[in-house]
């Protein structure tokens, strides 16, 4: 079975960064820019795993975990930052969300998803 990932961040850049190598890892990805627009797919299509970047606009990426893990409390989180808050973190494990810095490349990211996946069996 292949994991379902939904990546969220507000800059389509960085989405297309993070959904590509994922694809080509064979997990089903979506990516979406917007707060609304993922709250509309975590209800329509909840995944197995959220990443969601730390500024989402007038919201957050811990807004979502809140929203999305309250309907659906299995799915993991992750939420990335651009340096290391250990506020943010704080409140990230609050939730049962991972805060880290945002990966620099595919092989970050891929060990990241492949770590979240392992410590949390769907």
Not at 9 to 31: C, F, S
Not at 40 to 64: D, K, M, S, Y
Request: a neutral charge.
């Amino acid at each position: 079975m292949a994991y379902s990932i939904l990546v969220v961040d507000e800059q389509p850049t960085e989405v297309a960064r993070l959904v590509r190598p994922l694809q080509n890892a064979g997990y089903r990805v979506i990516g979406t820019t917007t707060f609304e627009a993922a709250m509309q797919t975590l209800a329509e299509r909840p995944p197995h795993l959220l990443i969601a970047a730390e500024r989402l606009g007038p919201f957050n990426g811990l807004h979502l975990v809140v929203r999305g893990r309250s309907e659906f409390p299995q799915m993991a989180a992750i939420v990335t930052a651009s340096a290391k808050d250990p506020v943010l973190e704080a409140e990230a494990t609050t939730f049962g969300a991972n805060c880290v810095v945002a990966p620099r490349n595919s092989t970050e990211l891929l060990a990241l998803v492949t770590r979240t996946f392992a410590m949390r069996p769907m």
